[in-house]
Nanobody
């Protein structure tokens, strides 16, 4: 089942936004979830990801220290808290999921994820 994102919008630089993603079929035995983003004319970019059963989270260098991925197992939901947003963060953000425990070396590869949400637009004005 496709993950469903929510929470995008238009904000000013320096603001914060929290994205949510609810998915089904999550198990601690084998689930990795994360976020990618894409802007027109650019390649899809890894943002953050984590195995569902661990607290270790991998972040892209461009968002480290500003974005935080968190999980709520009771709600089958993963969040992306985005602080100190910059205009270059403007993109469509996609929630991704695979029913496998990916190793860190492969979490950045979009091809490793079986399910993608429809995406939610985040626009950051200068």
């Amino acid at each position: 089942v496709q993950p469903v994102e929510s929470g995008g919008g238009l904000v000013e630089a320096g603001s914060s936004v929290r994205l949510s993603c609810i998915a089904s079929g999550i198990t601690s035995r084998g689930t990795t979830m994360g976020w990618f983003r894409q802007t027109p004319g650019k390649e899809r970019e890894f943002v953050a990801a984590s195995r569902w059963a661990t607290n270790h989270i991998l972040y892209a260098d461009s968002v480290k220290g500003r974005f935080t991925l968190s999980k709520d197992s009771g709600k089958n939901t993963v969040y992306l808290q985005m602080n100190n947003l910059k205009p270059e963060d403007t993109a469509i953000y996609y929630c991704v999921m695979t029913r496998r425990n990916l190793i860190v070396g492969t979490m950045r590869q979009g091809s490793e994820y079986d399910s993608w949400g429809q995406g939610t637009q985040v626009t950051v004005s200068p």
